[in-house]
């Protein structure tokens, strides 16, 4: 079973840049979908970005365009998220999902493997 561990949160100031990484274990992974969610307590679950494990395709969020982006490692088993240019409206619980499939990026629903999350919280 896959399994996510994400590392890289934490507080930085509004104009700062931040990395994520979301660690997989379970087994080397050989196609399917990574991706990049985040949540608020007032917001749904929304799309950052994903990326086909075999890198055939890369997707981003309306939000986040031009600002951040993913990488994977296949040695590594990891998936980053460079993010740039942030602001307090990016402070969020950041989620890395994992779908075995390549799936419609942007739906949750269709991940069935996801991390604890890791909280980034961005100050004025």
């Known amino acids: 079973q896959v399994r996510l561990v994400e590392s890289g949160g934490g507080l930085v100031k509004t104009g700062d840049s931040l990395r994520l990484s979301c660690l997989v274990s379970?087994?080397?992974?050989?196609?399917?979908?990574m991706a990049w969610f985040r949540q608020t307590p007032v917001k749904e679950r929304e799309f950052i970005a994903a990326?086909?494990?075999?890198?055939?395709?890369?997707d981003y969020g309306d939000s986040v365009t031009g600002r951040v982006t993913i990488s994977r490692d296949k040695a590594k088993n990891s998936v980053g998220l460079q993010m740039r240019s942030l602001t307090p409206e990016d402070t969020a619980i950041y989620y890395c999902?994992?779908?075995?499939?390549?799936?419609?990026?942007?739906?949750?629903?269709?991940?069935?493997?996801w991390g604890q999350g890791t909280q980034v919280t961005v100050s004025t």
């Open positions: 999902a994992y779908s075995e499939d390549l799936v419609v990026v942007h739906i949750s629903r269709q991940y069935a493997s």
């Open positions: 379970g087994g080397a992974l050989s196609t399917g979908t």
């Open positions: 990326t086909w494990w075999d890198g055939g395709r890369i």
